[in-house]
């Protein structure tokens, strides 16, 4: 059982997790889970192909040539906050065409998924000069806006875990 494993078998089991997760092209690097996960959930609901990890500005395209950053969350009861990671470049040029903001529940499982147009996170989200990114907290003006579609059901269908 898990709660009578030693710290160190407990660290061995992350770090076997992660391995195996990597093998099977959960995730793409040895970080947070969280982020790769995302990725590899927009890929499949959106038919991405995903760039390499040296891209800077977007994480995959689709079919039609449109690129996608992908921002995802893990909301849990020790830290229900909506604010996903630093956007950057938003103030020099198109970077992306859209944001693809993931929440999963603490269990991985797909709590909401919208997909945000470039334009609508310049308008409601804040510039910071101290990390010269936006902040992107997911308020209520952005989720309203009619240039953030909410899409999660396309990714509930697309995230089958065996």
Known sequence: MIADASDAELLAI???????????GLVRSANNPVA?????????ALNLTLSSNSVKGFDGVDPEGRRYQVKSRRISPENPSTELSAVRGLNT??????????????DFTVREVLRID????REHCNHSGHTNAHR?????????????????DVFRGAWVLA
Not at 14 to 24: A, G, H, I
Not at 118 to 121: G, I, K, R, S
Request: hydrophobic fraction near 40%; aromatic fraction near 10%.
């Open 36 to 44: 790769d996960l995302g990725e590899s959930l927009a890929s499949k």
């Open 93 to 106: 040029g198109d970077p992306f065409d859209y944001l693809v903001a993931i929440y999963f529940n603490e």
């Open 118 to 121: 470039v334009a609508a996170l």
């Open 136 to 152: 992107v907290v997911m308020s209520r003006k952005l989720r309203d806006d009619k240039r953030s579609v909410d899409v999660t």
């Open 14 to 24: 992350w770090v076997r997790s992660m391995r195996e997760m990597r093998s099977r």
